[in-house]
């Protein structure tokens, strides 16, 4: 079998809580005295195990990214955004070091496109004792045309995208400089949900590890090219040297953003 086939357990998966679209339901994780199963803390930055496992034989966690439902990553501080990188790098590289697990994902949900069912900001980390790491991705899909690099990390938009449109990459080298991988992924994360299409409203963030190399794609979700989900047939789009360009231009060069 040439990819990963996951058992999801549908009668857990019924019971979970839902506040995207039925934005009237209670958020789980406003309701921060009756969490349940904490593992670490960092000011209102919560890491804790899934009360909800869907995925049959894996360990589910979930960093909870503060204490605000309405506050995401492009309005975060410069040192909140790092602080929440920092945690989740920590516990990811501690789970896949852990010698438990044959893969960890890491990844965030955010939007009503995005596959997410919390509108609470958060990211998920899920441990797999058994899964083809070689199947997850291509190192191909991660790179692109450079718009920056500082202290080993590098920012660039896909020119071998997952999916087609607007994909962000961030590659930290071994020994890069994870705050610097944070303020990359802030400015790509403000760039999709303010500059590359007026009406998006939900992105996922993938992180991938290999060979020492830290990898992490920002991808713009909207409705999938049926092209993709019927074939996996991947679009080049032709604007990647214009958005690598506006890129650079609002956030290196004039530097129009800056965040506190």
Request: glycine share 8%; with cysteine; proline share 5%.
């Amino acid at each position: 079998m040439n990819f990963n086939l996951i058992k999801f357990n549908t009668d857990i998966g019924k019971t979970k809580p839902e506040n995207i679209v039925h934005t009237e339901n209670a958020c789980p994780f406003c309701d921060v005295k009756h969490l349940t199963n904490i593992l670490d803390t960092d000011g209102d930055i919560i890491f804790l195990r899934n009360k909800y496992p869907v995925i049959e034989g894996a360990d589910l966690f979930v960093l909870i990214e503060g204490k605000d439902c309405d506050i995401d990553m492009p309005k975060y501080s410069r040192e909140h955004m790092r602080r929440v990188i920092r945690m989740g790098i920590k516990h990811w590289n501690e789970l896949l070091n852990c010698g438990k697990y044959e893969e960890v994902l890491f990844f965030k949900n955010f939007g009503p496109m995005s596959g997410g069912t919390i509108k609470h900001p958060h990211m998920q980390i899920v441990g797999f004792p058994k899964l083809k790491s070689e199947l997850l991705f291509e190192v191909e899909e991660l790179r692109g045309l450079v718009i920056a690099k500082e202290n080993g990390v590098e920012l660039n938009v896909s020119n071998c995208p997952r999916v087609g449109f607007g994909e962000l990459n961030v590659v930290c080298e071994s020994g890069g400089d994870i705050d610097t991988l944070a303020d990359f992924l802030q400015i790509g994360i403000h760039y999709l949900m303010n500059f590359f299409r007026k009406s998006l409203s939900s992105y996922n963030i993938f992180f991938y590890r290999r060979a020492g190399i830290i990898y992490a794609k920002m991808m713009p979700r909207f409705a999938t090219s049926p092209y993709f989900v019927g074939y996996n047939v991947h679009f080049l789009p032709r604007n990647i040297p214009q958005i690598a360009d506006e890129v650079y231009k609002i956030y290196f060069k004039e530097k129009l953003v800056v965040f506190d």
